[in-house]
DNA sequence: CGGCTTATGTGGGACACCGTACAGACACCC
DNA sequence: GGGTGTCTGTACGGTGTCCCACATAAGCCG
């Protein structure tokens, strides 16, 4: 079988209600994500909001040294673009695709007009945001506090739960980007997580064999953003439609 | 003149229009807060949105390990309690009161409701919480890039614009417990903005004598977070009233 | 197949920060 | 006014990460 798409596959939009889903559904527009494109800049006036589902975008600022850090990372579980409803319009931070893949996008001024109804997009937006602001809190606190492997490990657990393989393509230079860190850094850590049979990679491959052995070195934050994803999402029923199997 | 409280003091009530503010104005509670009280705890269900007025509010996050880092602050151009509307009703981070002086506190239930009127209350909430991630998201960056001198200007200048006096009243212990760094590491900083003449303190006292000082040593992360607040709250009308005396 | 680009592995020196330990000094309170 | 708890200054070795340089190897493409 080939690759279904559907708006679906994105865990918020199945999340609407039959009736707001209506409405935007017409206006969702699928679009290829590939590996480095930017999304926005910053400063820059957002026009479309992204609804991934198999693409994962990677939020991060760029200092003036030219140095860089992810903030958070946005996959099927989220939006791209909450500045569209949050009433800023842009932000001083850069969404850029870390995983090529899909997403659906909507004009900023029908997201809005949505939100406005003060319906449950409403309720899922703001919740979702809460999960966000969470995310970036907790990569501030990991920051400060965790070595590189434990980061690698919460890295490669949060990326992991936004694909459908176990498989990730990525080279460890831009993962090293994505945290911030030397590429050697990466390396190393990445070699340790293979010689205690973790992971498994080749050139820009990152297979994990063993998800219990990088819980088990991650720091606690991996635990943290998920059970407050989950807390802050979870209690809203998903809309049943018929299973779309990728 | 003694200390004319109002609710004016702070900057989102005091954006508020007339009709909704007189909505909330009989509900509001001037409270003291002392240095160090606890406002809340991770996952405890919160009660009360505090708008401070001459207090200050650290949101940290304490890790497994015991070690903490903040992830930002909340003054008087803010609000502590922001999950009352984004609808989480809790957060895993705690709020501390980092600087001691008065807050507004208002029931959650009444924040919730002006809320969902969809007024001007709404939309400055909303602005405001994206400053707020914005500051948390440029705390990630700047833990894993600058150094605890860059870090501690950047605290230092964040701070005194909450305060009207240029004299902080906190001990390098505690600020070494906010930017999650040793306490030496502050003491070593902190003896050299004192040796340019940029700070003088003594024992649980900074006073600050060239703010051009800290901001040249400061990291583009200050202005960025300055920026960013101005941006999105500054374009709304401050409602113009006889100063309330309370 | 052979060459070239790009990714990964490794090592050495530098530096910032950590952990610990302890000495001095200030401010408060009895 | 003297004791006492707390805050601040200083020093030491240890460690994690950075910066730089270069070797090796994998994959792509002609």
Redesign the interface.
């Known amino acids: 079988m080939g690759s279904p798409h559907s708006p679906n596959q994105n865990h918020l939009l199945a999340a609407l209600p039959t009736a707001e889903f209506e409405r935007l559904a017409a206006h969702l527009e699928l679009v290829p994500l590939p590996l480095g494109e930017l999304i926005y800049e910053p400063g820059e006036q957002l026009q479309y909001a992204y609804f991934p589902t198999t693409a994962i975008v990677s939020?991060?600022?760029v200092?003036?040294?030219g140095?860089?850090?992810e903030?958070?990372g946005v996959g099927n579980e989220g939006v791209v673009g909450?500045?569209l409803?949050?009433?800023?319009d842009t932000?001083?931070?850069s969404a850029v695709v870390q995983t090529a893949g899909h997403a659906y996008r909507l004009a900023g001024r029908l997201l809005k007009q949505e939100f406005?109804r003060?319906g449950l997009t409403q309720?899922l937006m703001?919740?979702y945001?809460?999960?966000?602001?969470?995310q970036?809190?907790?990569?501030?606190?990991c920051?400060?506090?965790h070595t590189v492997e434990q980061q690698l490990c919460r890295w490669l657990l949060l990326t992991l739960d936004r694909v459908s393989s176990r498989e990730l393509i990525i080279t460890q230079e831009l993962v090293a980007g994505m945290l911030?860190?030397r590429r050697e850094g990466i390396t190393e850590a990445a070699g340790n997580l293979q010689r205690e049979g973790y992971i498994r990679y080749r050139r820009g491959h990152i297979a994990v064999l063993q998800r219990a052995g990088l819980e088990a070195r991650a720091?606690?934050c991996y635990a943290?953003v998920k059970?407050?994803l989950s807390?802050?999402l979870s209690d809203i029923p998903q809309r049943q439609v018929a299973a779309v199997v990728n």
Chains 1, 2 share one sequence.
């Open positions: 939020l991060h600022y200092m003036e040294s140095a860089s850090a903030t958070a909450i500045a409803f949050m009433g800023g932000t001083p931070s406005n003060a309720q703001l919740r945001t809460q999960a966000l602001l969470t970036m809190a907790q990569t501030a606190a920051n400060r506090h911030g860190v720091c606690e943290v059970t407050e807390r802050l």
